[in-house]
Nanobody, 121 residues
Framework: QVHLVESGGGLVQAGGSLRLSCAASRSIFSVVAMAWYRQAPGKQREFVACITSGGTTNYAASVKGRFTTSRDNAKNTLYLQMNSLKPEDTAVYYC???????????????WGQGTQVTVSS
C-alpha cells in the first residue's frame, strides 16, 4: 500500500499563489501517472491535473493556464503550483496515482486527508 500525503494548503487572497506537495511513501513515481483532484463543499470530487512519468500533462479547463503540475521522481514528490487563484478554487485538494497516461485518469488508491485551500475574495 502506498501512502500519499498532501501538504501546502492555506488561506490566500484572490490573485495569490500557493504550491501544493504530495509525498509518496515508496518509490512508485517511475511507473505511474500522478494526478490532483479537489472537492469543494457540497460538490463532487473533480479532476484538476495529471502528469505522466514522462512529464506529459493534462489539466481541467477551469485551471489551465493558472495551475502547473510537476514531479520529482527522485524525491517521490508531486507538486501543484497554483497562480491567479480564485474564490472558486477553494476546496480540499487530493493527489493519487494511476496508470501511466493522462487522457483519462483512474486512481489506484483511496483518498487521503487532502490539504485545504481557501481563497478569499
Amino acid at each position: 500500500q502506498v501512502h500519499l500525503v498532501e501538504s501546502g494548503g492555506g488561506l490566500v487572497q484572490a490573485g495569490g499563489s500557493l504550491r501544493l506537495s504530495c509525498a509518496a511513501s515508496r518509490s512508485i513515481f517511475s511507473v505511474v501517472a500522478m494526478a490532483w483532484y479537489r472537492q469543494a463543499p457540497g460538490k463532487q470530487r473533480e479532476f484538476v491535473a495529471c502528469i505522466t512519468s514522462g512529464g506529459t500533462t493534462n489539466y481541467a479547463a477551469s485551471v489551465k493556464g493558472r495551475f502547473t503540475t510537476s514531479r520529482d521522481n527522485a524525491k517521490n514528490t508531486l507538486y501543484l503550483q497554483m497562480n491567479s487563484l480564485k474564490p472558486e478554487d477553494t476546496a480540499v485538494y487530493y493527489c493519487n496515482a494511476g496508470p501511466d497516461y493522462c487522457a483519462t485518469f483512474h486512481p489506484y488508491y483511496g483518498w487521503g486527508q487532502g490539504t485545504q485551500v481557501t481563497v478569499s475574495s
